[in-house]
């Protein structure tokens, strides 16, 4: 069941360029948050809720929905945004990022709001929940799948790798993490700070298997989640997969771009209306900050 799955790749790419939009427009007011990762993701995020998960945002807790863990949750304006869009909430919430009372926490928290499965905040302990779900589903034989989206920077913590060698160990084949390989981290590129490569070579010498892709590529992303949702599903499959999605942090705005200074820092008003200018020019579609 979804009932708003589309087929159209230029679809989801405006979809994805409205999720920006709203991206930029939660943080200003916000004065504070995270900008290049929830921009960089946003290709992903559209491409799952609006294509290849199965749910149903009127019934959240429809028991055979697809389970969606975010364990960076830093890039929570991107899943608010994508859940918003989505019909989860009203997008009137949007304004209300990090206030006080605010159901759009600075990070995600269980049961602040439909469509958010677990509370995240610590790096590395996402993919440890994801397991723990996808034990749980093939203990009652059910047959959604587990997804589970993750940053670079936290395979630096040794947590993650835990969790990597459980799957593993339990042939978790109903498990697709994603990770926002976008080579940055709030002080500086992880290659300088803590060298992570090949993270695909590490995936598949633990018993994973790896897909990499490019994910700011929306016909590259819905054929590499389709293809893992079909394989999640199927009887056959043991291992569990990781798709690394090699993203542009910042994606679509000029002056964010792979820029680590926008890792944590949310824009101005006069940030914000030249970052929304640049975005309405590539579908001519009209939002202010």
Known sequence: MNAIQTNSIPELEKKANEIRIDIIN??????????????????????????TLVHEPQKPDWPERDRVVLSNGHIAPVLYATLGEAGYFDKKLFGTLRKLGSPLQGHPHRGALPGIETSSGPLGQGLSQACGMALAARM?????????????????????WEAVMLAAKYCLGNLVAVMDRNFIQIDGRTEDIMPLESMGAKYMAFNWEVVEVDGNDMAKVVKALDDARARATSSATSKPLMIIAKTVPGKGVS???????WHGKAPNEEEAKKAI?????????TKTA
């Open 26 to 51: 939660m943080l200003l007011p916000a004065k504070s948050g995270h900008t290049a990762g929830p921009l960089g993701m946003a290709d992903i995020f559209t491409a799952l809720y609006f294509h």
């Open 140 to 160: 009652d034989g059910k047959k959604h799948v587990i997804w589970c989206l993750t940053s670079d920077g936290e395979h630096e913590e040794g947590q993650t």
């Open 255 to 261: 002056f964010m771009e792979n820029r680590f200074e």
């Open 277 to 285: 200018a640049e975005l309405e020019k590539k579908f001519k579609k």
